[in-house]
């Protein structure tokens, strides 16, 4: 069964120097209305949603048959993070006469995806995954066994992250990013009237674990990578393509970690007769977006059209690798 991506958006503050306007304005994504009491964090994931699906934050949600078989899973890591302190600190200060009723919602780490599901009329699930770092891209895997489970026939899977407040100094950044997975090729709204434009041949999730010296067992790192690679296989062997993209995205803290996943990946495919192309221009990416970083480096992907594998990996040892064709390998049955 062939899962599809039929849109992606996002949205994504970047390094700038001073203290300039706000990188986000949510009038311009959401309109002047209904979104004054949302969280940061649930704003930008209203805006990549909407952006994936090419609708208005406004437009009507599904109903009937559509919506029971549309579903929206949400990672994220620190979404909440800021509305906890904030809270923490008032209870601790001035008590619960403190708290605006409004704002009680946004304690919840379901509350963007939730968001997200009932604006656009998701009655099939809503899920939120929280592991750090790679909750974008399994976001991305739990959509595609939903899809191939017959649990839903379009996914949105999305992240969005306010980073904590120092994060400047920590060098993260706020963002939100979604695509729109199907099995049929045809999502709702405007955006699933185009041709899709990738096709997802797989993922995985494991964690690596430390050995007995502290760094990474070998053979599980071999093995993952075995796993990894096997992501590619069918995308190598579409006609015309001369091998796969590989990006291994990674906090800093996890850059020796990261480096030793992509040579075990590309030493692998490699093994299997599978060329990495361009290996000086992906390497390893810092995910400078939280959990939402491996949904933009997918969304690039996509939109570069080629067969690519993406790793997403946390300072612990979670791994999570998403492989994708791109739109020239998508049957005519789906255009």
């Not at 579903?71 to 619960?96: C, D, F, K, P, W």
């Not at 990474?216 to 071999?222: G, I, N, S």
């Not at 080629?306 to 994708?324: D, K, N, R, W």
């Amino acid at each position: 069964m062939s899962v599809l991506i039929t849109g992606v958006g996002a949205v994504a503050e970047e390094p700038r120097p001073g203290d300039g306007e706000p990188w986000f304005d949510p009038a311009a994504h959401l309109g002047r209305r209904g979104w004054k009491y949302l969280t940061p964090a649930t704003r930008y994931l209203l805006a990549a949603g909407n952006e994936a699906l090419g609708r208005r934050h406004d437009d009507p949600p599904l109903t009937g048959a559509a919506a029971e078989r549309f579903g929206v899973v949400t990672g994220t890591q620190y979404a909440i993070t800021r509305v906890h302190r904030r809270m923490n600190s008032v209870l601790s200060t001035e008590g619960v006469h403190g708290i605006s009723p409004a704002e009680v919602p946004g304690f919840s780490m379901n509350t963007p995806g939730s968001q997200l599901a009932i604006s656009t009329g998701a009655r099939a699930f809503s899920v939120t995954l929280t592991n750090p770092v790679t909750a974008g891209l399994e976001a991305v895997q739990f959509a595609v066994t939903a899809l191939r489970g017959g649990r839903a026939d379009t996914v949105v899977a999305a992240a969005a992250d306010q980073a904590p407040e120092d994060h400047g100094a920590r060098g993260e950044y706020d963002a939100a990013a979604a695509v729109v997975l199907t099995v049929g090729g045809h999502a709702p709204g405007p955006a699933g009237a185009a041709r899709p434009l990738a096709r997802v041949t797989g993922g995985l999730s494991r964690f690596l674990p430390p050995g007995p010296a502290g760094d990474r067992d070998p053979a599980a790192l071999a093995a993952t990578a075995a796993r990894v690679a096997a992501l590619a296989h069918d995308a190598a062997m579409t006609p015309g393509a001369d091998g796969v993209r590989l990006a291994v995205g990674a906090p800093a803290a996890a850059a020796p970690l990261a480096a030793a996943v992509r040579d075990a990946v590309a030493k692998a495919l490699a093994g299997d007769g599978i060329p990495v192309r361009d290996p000086a221009g992906d390497g390893t990416r810092r995910a400078r977006h939280c959990a939402a970083s491996g949904l933009l480096d997918l969304i690039g992907l996509v939109r570069a059209g080629e067969p690519a594998l993406l790793v997403s990996l946390s300072e612990l040892g979670h791994l999570t690798a998403i492989g994708v064709n791109g739109a020239g390998a998508v049957g005519p049955e789906f255009i």
